[in-house]
């Protein structure tokens, strides 16, 4: 069997399909997985329905359905095809198409899944892009929603940019006009949105002295080292995306100076990434590149409506319910950049417990569970980004459990560090699971076991470091 087969293989099963129930994860590619598939599986006039779910574990099973339809689990499924045995599925009740580490058992649950054929860096609305494609070739407009759930899960992040199976659905979507790539552009967020000295003063990978975290420092280089206007003719701050190539390479090659006062020697090409911009979204808004329309996305997931995010992927632009989701999505995300504000300013006032390899805090209930991981990851860059960052929180619908939610870089990555495999192995250790990627993973303990938690990450961490 190859991935090819896999998709082919899926595309018929859907296409054979009286109905189908689409069962996703919450965030950005969960909710673009299911925005990609439910276009797809419309089109061709089968009868849908969509259940979103924070995890696949035995409380959120009861959100499948119990009926006929081809149940079709998206981003999640793989690791937990126990809990669908354990449920009754049928082998051919269920399509799983996930990039998550798969689990064996007994029933041979068809899959798609490019992991365990290296494709490392292709999310799940990957996956499902190339089976949407596979249903019909004009599904190839759906690869802007693909690149979305990519950059969002983080799958551009250490290689700067798309690469192998991903890279072809970004080409897809030039071809389709609606993605556009820019090569060679600096590697910080917001390139839509933020004030160009804000948007400067974000760019912490790799860390910039006197640009990041210092937005009067980003204004200086701009305004007196580069000598280009902040602000438009109408007084309105100037976004990176308005600049001109000339002005772009003026600030790249003032900062790759300001890299040689770093503490460790950075090779300049790091501050160098691809960006995809959407031209047929508005200027000056989430929703113009892959990455600010991903958190918007992740906004409406963690604030438990990840409907109103697909809507807003699938919506017909001239419709009041598209207009309606666009701006409840904007209060959502404008609301949850203030909650993460805040988060952070907990962590960097509280402060954290430094280890050997670690640093971690606990902050109990007083945030949403769904939102740690973001935090821990911006105050990353103002703590000590040597350490891995851990931050435990208790979930507010099950008191019994604490959730673990981790962040590092990419320098510490390229030295050896697997928070995934970090946490998968220390979670298991007490009855938990955990799972992720290397630069960002997240687990779930009993309460009971979490005294020495930390302790025993840490010596993980240096052992993988060692």
């Not at 909710?31 to 849908?48: G, M, Y």
């Not at 950075?266 to 590149?289: K, M």
């Not at 209060?331 to 805040?342: F, G, K, N, P, T």
């Not at 821990?376 to 931050?391: D, E, F, H, V, Y």
Request: with cysteine; proline share 4%; hydrophobic share 40%.
């Amino acid at each position: 069997m190859s991935f090819t087969q896999e998709i082919a293989d899926a595309a018929e099963t859907i296409k054979n399909a009286d109905s189908v129930t689409i069962i996703s994860h919450i965030d950005a590619d969960g909710i673009t997985s299911e925005a990609v598939l439910r276009q797809a599986i419309t089109r061709r006039n089968i009868n849908l329905e969509s259940v979103f779910v924070r995890q696949l574990e035995p409380m959120t099973m009861k959100h499948v359905p119990d009926n006929d339809s081809l149940k079709v689990f998206i981003d999640l499924g793989a690791g937990q095809q126990n809990l669908l045995e354990e449920r009754g599925l049928k082998e051919s009740e269920v399509l799983i198409i996930d990039h998550h580490v798969s689990q064996d058992t007994d029933t041979p649950y068809q899959q798609v899944n490019g992991l365990k054929y290296g494709y490392e860096k292709l999310s799940a609305a990957g996956a499902g892009y190339f089976v949407a494609r596979d249903i019909e070739d004009s599904n190839i407009d759906l690869a802007k929603l693909a690149v979305i759930g990519n950059v969002g899960d983080m799958m551009a992040r250490e290689s700067r940019g798309l690469i192998g199976p991903a890279k072809e659905i970004a080409d897809d979507g030039v071809k389709a006009g609606n993605v556009k790539i820019i090569d060679g552009d600096l590697n910080s967020y917001g390139i839509s949105t933020r004030p160009l000295h804000f948007f400067l003063s974000y760019s912490n990978d790799p860390f910039v002295p006197g640009i990041t975290n210092d937005a009067e420092g980003a204004q200086r280089l701009v305004e007196e080292y580069a000598k280009i206007p902040l602000r438009k003719d109408n007084g309105k701050f100037r976004v990176w995306e308005d600049l001109k190539s000339d002005e772009k390479d003026r600030i790249i090659k003032l900062m790759k100076y300001h890299l040689i006062d770093s503490d460790e020697p950075v090779a300049p090409e790091r501050l160098i990434a691809q960006h995809y911009v959407f031209p047929d979204e508005p200027r000056y808004t989430p929703l113009r590149n892959a990455s600010e329309y991903a958190t918007m996305l992740n906004a409406c997931g963690r604030w438990v409506k990840p409907k109103v995010g697909s809507t807003v992927c699938c919506g017909n632009k001239k419709s009041t319910e598209y207009t309606e989701a666009c701006r409840e999505a904007a209060d959502m995300l404008r609301h949850h950049r203030s909650v993460i504000r805040e988060m952070m300013e907990y962590i960097l006032d509280t402060g954290v417990t430094e280890l050997s390899h670690l640093q971690y805090l606990h902050v109990g209930d007083r945030f949403p569970d769904t939102i740690v991981g973001i935090g821990a990851g911006m105050a990353l860059s103002k703590l000590n980004w040597r350490l891995p960052i851990m931050i435990l929180c208790y979930l507010p619908d099950d008191p019994e459990l604490v959730k673990i939610s981790m962040r590092t870089n990419e320098t510490m990555v390229s030295k050896g560090v697997d928070l995934q495999a970090a946490l998968l192995e220390a979670s298991e250790a007490v009855g938990g699971a955990g799972g992720g990627h290397k630069i960002a993973a997240g687990a779930y303990i009993s309460r009971s076991r979490e005294a020495g938690f930390a302790e025993r990450v840490n010596e993980i961490l240096k052992r993988q470091l060692s």
